[in-house]
């Protein structure tokens, strides 16, 4: 466990209070970093690229942070049947044809591969730096009782049986998030020595 002592300040702006608890647990377990959870609504530009997206929200809303290191993140669900749709529109896609939607496109199809991608924008020292975690899996046949977002209809790969939501506290330590912050984490610890 990180010496509190030492914490140095990070701001992670995100308007999901999900994403915020789920990267603030993994901080805890590997980082010096203090996570600060900044509040705000993210403006993001329409692509197909996750990261170009990213990048555009940390430079809108970085632009009154000075001397503080402040990351965002983006995600989306890519599936292989719907050539990779929701994708970027995942946000769009939850809000309007929503899980039921989603289950409806896949009904008797067969082929359910889909994949999960966060990728985080961080701005330390006035340069932006990418981070980007995949993970592989299904899309499951129903609609489970529990999880945020599309956590309910996704299996991982590397559980095969129950979805993210099921998965509970676990999913938090196998997921795109997960592997996207180990990566940003790696790169900060190089601060927190000296
Ligand atoms: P955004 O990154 O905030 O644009 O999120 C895109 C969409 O994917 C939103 O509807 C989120 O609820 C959803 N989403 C993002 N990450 C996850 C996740 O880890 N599990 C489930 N849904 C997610």
């Given at each position: 466990?990180?010496?509190?002592?030492?914490?140095?300040?990070?701001?992670?702006?995100?308007?999901?209070?999900?994403?915020?608890?789920?990267?603030?647990?993994?901080?805890?377990?590997?980082?010096?970093?203090?996570?600060?959870?900044?509040?705000?609504?993210l403006v993001e530009i329409q692509s197909s690229n996750l990261e170009e997206i990213a990048i555009f929200s940390l430079k809108k809303c970085s632009r009154i942070i000075k001397n503080t290191p402040i990351f965002v993140e983006d995600s989306g669900l890519f599936i292989k049947h719907l050539n990779g749709f929701p994708g970027p529109y995942s946000a769009?896609?939850?809000?309007?044809?929503?899980?039921?939607?989603?289950?409806?496109?896949?009904?008797?199809?067969?082929?359910?591969?889909?994949?999960f991608q966060s990728s985080i924008a961080l701005k330390i020292e006035n340069k932006i730096n990418i981070f980007t975690g995949q993970v592989r899996g299904q899309i499951a046949q129903d609609?489970?009782?529990?999880?945020?977002?599309?956590?309910?209809?996704?299996?991982?790969?590397?559980?095969?049986?129950?979805?993210?939501?099921?998965?509970?506290?676990?999913?938090?330590?196998i997921s795109h998030r997960f592997l996207a912050t180990l990566k940003l984490i790696k790169f900060l610890n190089k601060y927190s020595a000296d």
């Open positions: 466990m990180p010496d509190s002592t030492r914490t140095l300040k990070i701001f992670f702006a995100t308007n999901n209070i999900h994403k915020y608890n789920e990267v603030n647990a993994i901080f805890k377990q590997h980082t010096f970093f203090q996570l600060k959870f900044l509040k705000t609504p769009y896609i939850f809000k309007t044809i929503g899980l039921k939607g989603i289950i409806a496109l896949m009904k008797e199809i067969e082929d359910r591969e889909a994949y609609i489970s009782d529990t999880g945020w977002g599309y956590d309910p209809i996704f299996i991982p790969e590397s559980d095969g049986i129950h979805t993210f939501g099921e998965l509970g506290i676990k999913k938090n330590f």
